[in-house]
């Protein structure tokens, strides 16, 4: 598929780059339904001139290989200034691979890299292109994964809420498929004692419940002043969610797995969220991203966005009906070491655009990463 040419003066799309760096976790990492020992972050670099935009996005390094091999061809040659054409171009070239998963977070780095060009080509911070809503973006600290032991949760919460002074933590539960649910229990009630009263607690069962499970959970939960329970059971089964969501008062999250428009317009209609999730970095980019929030407010709705804090930070910024994003733990340690321009949570937020640099304000530090190169 041949992209149409910029009009006019119009600066064009002149090539598109991926590649892929694996890095280890710190410790073993695991939730309710998952371990791992390691992440992959996917780089994607798109020129126009001697300007250049990106965008990454975290998942397998076969990501990198489709992103060279399918996508790049689909929007080099097009206008730099039309990101919303190319987000569709590459919607419908994508078709018979199948858009969710592996190539939404392709279609997603790619987007990504695509605003930040058009910002760098314009001299302009993203926030300023995109616009704000608001000066801040909330944040709140996550991890407390369910490997870890009681002295590393209590210090993981306490670095967060007492060092850099952010007034919300989440951990996960739900661990082993929601077969250790006396620890869950013990888990909520220490991460409590560890942050006081003053600071709010959330939790994310990453889908290990079933819906009686998540029910009883959610009134412990309330217990312990927990405000925050991210998908107790699936988030396929929106009649599930939605029943977890009517047992208590505790707001019910979820949609950090959606790959399309229509996966966030069916869970809404269902009822199934009290706050929508939505990951920049899968769902299709700040393109999509911005159109999720636009259907959260709709239904009146917050939108809270999901992992990979750097790559939120802008669009974050542009919606009024934001509730905050994830500072997640093993993102924010590898945007840490591999990018420069990295932004500040402490007092509980972050500050997009501030300094005044142009484009999302971050640089890929490729030396760095080299030598975990894996696709």
């Known amino acids: 598929m041949s992209a149409p040419p910029a009009p006019g003066d119009a600066p064009s799309v002149d090539g598109v780059e991926a590649a892929a760096y694996t890095l280890a976790t710190d410790t073993p990492e695991a939730d309710g339904t998952l371990e791992w020992a390691r992440t992959t972050l996917v780089v994607v670099h798109a020129r126009s001139g001697t300007t250049t935009g990106f965008g990454y996005t975290y998942g397998a390094p076969e990501t990198a290989a489709y992103v060279r091999g399918h996508l790049a061809s689909v929007v080099t040659g097009r206008s730099a200034w039309d990101v919303p054409g190319a987000n569709e171009a590459m919607t419908r070239a994508v078709r018979n691979d199948g858009r969710p998963g592996l190539v939404a977070g392709a279609i997603s780095a790619v987007d990504l890299a695509l605003w930040d060009l058009k910002a760098r080509l314009l001299g302009v911070p993203l926030t300023h292109l995109l616009g704000r809503a608001r000066p801040h973006v909330p944040v709140y600290g996550s991890g407390g994964f369910t490997t870890y032991d009681d002295r590393h949760q209590d210090h993981q919460l306490r670095h967060w809420a007492e060092e850099q002074r952010i007034p919300r933590v989440k951990i996960k539960i739900g661990e082993s498929w929601g077969s250790a649910e006396h620890r869950d229990r013990e888990r909520v009630a220490k991460a409590r004692a560890s942050i006081g009263d003053d600071t709010e607690l959330y939790v ?3 889908g290990g419940y079933t819906v009686k499970q998540a029910a009883r959970m959610a009134r412990c939960l309330d217990d312990h002043k927990v405000t925050w329970f991210e998908e107790p059971v699936s988030s396929d089964d929106l009649d599930g969610l939605a029943r977890v969501r009517s047992a208590g008062p505790v707001d019910v999250a979820a949609g950090e797995y959606g790959y399309t428009l229509t996966y966030f317009g069916h869970m809404l209609r269902a009822g199934a969220v009290d706050c929508l999730q939505a990951d920049v970095t899968r769902c299709g980019g700040p393109t999509v991203w911005l159109r999720a929030a ?11 966005g999901h992992c990979a804090p750097h790559a939120h930070a802008a669009v974050a910024a542009a919606v009024p009906n934001l509730r905050h ?3 997640f733990h093993d ?12 932004l500040d949570p402490a007092g509980g937020h972050i500050t997009p655009g501030s300094d ?18 894996a696709g």
Do not use: Q
């Open 331 to 342: 993102h924010v340690r590898i945007e840490s070491l591999w990018f420069d321009g990295t």
């Open 294 to 304: 636009a259907l959260a407010e709709a239904f009146g709705l917050h939108i809270s």
């Open 204 to 206: 994310d069962a990453n």
């Open 356 to 373: 005044g640099a142009p484009g999302h304000g971050l640089t890929f530090k490729t030396a760095d990463a080299e030598p975990y190169r």
């Open 325 to 327: 994003l994830e500072w």
